[in-house]
């Protein structure tokens, strides 16, 4: 690739390529390089990094405050606790991509070829080739075994958090399990006046949230934004084609929810905590049949959140397809 192509937008197929495309057996951009380009010309390169350096800054600063509200929130199960949950889980894997992908923008940015090792070269080049080429998107992607795990890394990332949001706003916060309580606006009372006349005043330490600041931002952050930020990347951040084949990712999702499921068991034994609230006895009313047909639930949602996220990727190549062709 030039320099020129690498930093521009990997744009999708048009309608005569695709059906070219689906008789080939690969992409002609590997997986790697998709995660470091949009789909969109608005987007270039400069820009695209200059929007994943916001959203990876702003799930650092999520991450820190949401720490710090999960190690203060009085509970009797050790601090340990908190690796086992599932919306942590959800948010790390999540901030993981976030973390890499920017990172692999940035030295594609600045690096657009292959960083190729010189034999003849000292030690010192040599370990820093090797170094940016360990920092760098892989230009090529022969293994395939390699390019599935790195697609169900980015399928995970965003299946999670889109199951983390359904869960709490489907489930915990209509039973009044999950800490929310419903938008409030200040309190208003009346004040009498020396002269008898009454004024209406708000109460300026009251807001939308009845609740301390730092719980309202950790939880509207882990059980909404990150899913909102999940749309943008899907639809705006990288150019990644829709998962093939299907039928692997469905069986991987499945597979890292149950993954999951044996995580936050080992959780329980090791720490006494719940990670999700269908492992707990006392909200199941120690029913065991219930929270047996609620993991099969749970990981039976899996291929749904990922047909939801399939037809984003659908919606987003037919959107930057038709763009493209109606300006040739």
């Excluded at 990094?49 to 916001?54: A, E, G």
């Excluded at 080429?133 to 992607?141: D, G, I, M, Q, V």
């Excluded at 990332?157 to 009044?176: I, K, Q, R, S």
């Excluded at 499945?254 to 905590?273: N, P």
Aim: proline share 5%; hydrophobic share 40%.
């Amino acid at each position: 690739m030039s320099n020129t192509t690498d930093r521009t937008p990997l744009l999708p197929y048009s309608a005569h390529a695709e059906s070219h495309h689906s008789q080939s057996s690969s992409d002609s951009h590997p997986i790697y390089l998709r995660a470091c380009h949009s789909s969109w010309r608005a987007i270039d390169q400069r820009f695209l990094l200059l929007l994943r350096f916001v959203f990876t800054s702003y799930l650092s600063a999520v991450f820190g405050v949401a720490l710090k509200y999960k190690l203060e929130t009085e509970d009797e199960h050790t601090r340990w606790r908190i690796p086992f949950q599932f919306s942590s889980v959800a948010f790390l894997t999540q901030w993981a991509w976030h973390m890499q992908t920017t990172l692999w923008t940035a030295m594609h940015l600045a690096f657009p070829k292959a960083i190729e090792v010189d034999p003849r070269e000292c030690h010192g080049h040599k370990a820093r080739a090797y170094t940016l080429r360990f920092l760098s998107p892989p230009n090529r992607a022969n293994c395939s075994i390699r390019r599935y795990l790195f697609s169900m890394f980015y399928t995970t990332a965003h299946v999670f958090p889109f199951m983390n949001t359904l869960l709490y706003w489907g489930v915990l916060v209509p039973t009044g399990h999950g800490g929310f309580k419903a938008p409030k606006f200040p309190h208003r009372h009346e004040t009498a006046l020396p002269n008898g006349n009454v004024t209406i005043a708000y109460d300026p330490s009251k807001g939308l949230f009845d609740e301390d600041t730092i719980k309202s931002f950790s939880l509207i952050n882990m059980s909404t934004i990150t899913s909102v930020i999940a749309l943008i990347e899907i639809g705006f951040l990288n150019s990644i084609r829709r998962q093939t084949p299907v039928t692997a990712h469905a069986v991987g999702v499945m597979f890292a929810s149950g993954a999951y499921l044996a995580w936050a068991g080992l959780g329980k034994i090791a720490t006494g905590h719940s990670g999700i609230f269908f492992l707990d006895p006392e909200l199941m009313k120690d029913a065991p049949e219930s929270i047996i047909a609620a993991c099969i639930a749970f990981v039976a949602m899996t291929p749904g959140v990922l047909t939801y996220m399939y037809g984003l990727v659908a919606m987003r190549e037919t959107l930057t397809a038709a763009h493209h062709d109606s300006s040739r």
